[in-house]
C-alpha cells in the first residue's frame, strides 16, 4: 500500500474511532480501551476453551481443539519474543504466567487424554 493510502486509511479509522467512542459516551454505554492486558486474557481465554477448561460461549460446551489450543499457546510465545525488553513489569509477568500456566495445562491434558 502506498503511503498516500496508509495515511487515507489510518485517517478513517481515527474518524470512525473517535466516532464510535462519541456515540458510546452518548449513550451511556462503556467504552473499554484495549490494552495489553486484556489482550492477553483474550488469547489466554480463548486457549482454555480450546482445552475444554471453559465452556465455549458460542455452543455452550466443553470441547477439546488441542490443534486451536496449541497455536494461541504458541501464538502467546510469539509475542513473548517479540516484545522482549519492551514489556513493563506487570505486562511481562503477566505473559510470562500466562505462558506458563496455560502449557502446564495443556501437558496435563495431553497426557490425561493419552492414558
Not at 10 to 37: G, L
Amino acid at each position: 500500500m502506498d503511503q498516500e493510502n496508509q495515511k487515507k486509511v489510518d485517517e478513517n479509522w481515527k474518524n470512525q474511532v473517535n466516532k464510535e467512542k462519541k456515540e458510546s459516551v452518548d449513550s451511556n454505554d462503556v467504552y473499554h480501551q484495549p490494552t495489553f492486558s486484556i489482550f492477553l486474557s483474550s488469547l489466554g481465554m480463548q486457549a482454555m476453551i480450546a482445552m475444554g477448561k471453559l465452556e465455549n460461549p458460542l455452543t455452550k460446551k466443553s470441547e477439546t481443539n488441542f490443534e486451536q489450543a496449541r497455536f494461541l499457546i504458541d501464538t502467546l510465545g510469539v509475542i513473548e519474543q517479540k516484545t522482549r525488553n519492551n514489556l513493563n513489569p506487570e505486562e511481562k509477568t503477566l505473559l510470562e504466567e500466562y505462558l506458563y500456566n496455560l502449557r502446564m495445562m495443556y501437558i496435563e491434558l495431553k497426557k490425561s487424554t493419552n492414558d
